[in-house]
């Protein structure tokens, strides 16, 4: 054999092995799915100092094979600039963790049935303000490789948040809108979309909740439509924002989400593609012209109720209806005009006769 059939024959032995490793290290890091529904997603506490208080916590195995859960609780907070929760492990000087225990700390789910896990707070006549927890069921997968690569599959939600409020007397309850905007100014048809920003400048988790009013006058007495905001009372964390979206899509025609097989169609981007949907049984809902939106939020504040208010303009112009609209009108005036020119030269010629 030849030096270079030789040199051929060691380069494809090696590429075979590396496509081997490749592979098996692949079937290996998929792993198995778990998959699991716990309840509630979250839950707001009141609890006094020097007392304590018990709840519920419920995980569903939804996988085919019992499934062994480890209680864990770590602790949450605001992050980013949409203030949503990120859950990271407890600081060793932070003494709260110490006052959270699980009944069981572990146990067997056994699939499709709910399991219940007794979790109880004892607060310490010392504790202020809020606390904020993630107990997390974490699962244990028997014979798991020893590979690094090895991972698991968890596929819906194992952590759920608590927060505690001790109602001390030394909270700051104080929330402002820190943005209300609607995407565009101008919108050929319906949806219109509203980003609220609420920024909570207190030391304690809120709440606010309330509505969008939309009118064709500044006035939100006279109303046509009403959308709701935070309708699931998600908490606002303390020194941090939390963005709310809201859509009016009651119009006539409307853009939806593109559809096929029942899945949306994206484009290369990851953007939806959407289409207009003539649906004449709400053509009484034909939006033109300028309208207002009109914010309005509430919060509790020591029984309190404080309102925040805010508004904001834009218009609905349907331009391409319009431009065919003054098309048509323009070649029937013509028509019109050529129609009556030649019915007065005929006229003419009658007199003339």
Known sequence: MSPRRVLYLVIWCVLFIIFFISYKNSVIAAGPVISVTTSPVSLDLPLQPGTSATRTLQLKNNGTQPLQITMKLEVFGPHGQNGEAAISQPSPNDPSPSWVHFSPSSFIAQPGIWSSVQMTIQLPKSASLGYYYAVIFKPTIPNQPSSSLATNTIKGSNAILVLVDTGSA???????????????????????????????????????????????????????????????????????????????????????????????????????????????????????????????????????????????????????LLIVGIVISVLLLIGLWVVCRSILKKVKRLRKK
Do not use: C, M
Not at 210 to 216: A, D, E, K, L, Y
Not at 229 to 246: C, D, G, Q, T, Y
Not at 279 to 300: C, E
């Open 170 to 320: 030394n909270e700051s309850r104080q929330i402002q809108i820190a943005n209300f905007s609607a995407s565009k100014r101008v919108y050929e048809y319906l949806p219109a979309e509203f980003s609220v920003t609420i920024h909570n400048e207190g030391n304690i988790y809120l709440a606010p909740t309330g509505s969008i009013f939309i009118s064709r006058n500044s006035n939100p007495t006279h109303s046509i439509a009403s959308i709701n905001i935070n309708a699931s009372e998600a908490n606002v964390l303390p020194h941090s924002n939390r963005i709310f979206k809201a859509t009016w899509s009651d119009g006539f025609p409307v853009f939806q989400p593109k559809l096929l097989d029942g899945q949306p169609v994206v484009t290369a981007k990851g953007q939806p593609v959407e289409q207009l949907v003539w649906d004449y049984s709400h053509v009484k809902g034909f939006r033109i012209g300028k309208y207002y939106a009109q914010l309005t939020l509430v919060f509790s504040n020591n029984g309190k109720v404080i309102p925040l208010t805010g508004q904001v303009s834009f218009w609905v112009i349907p331009w391409k």
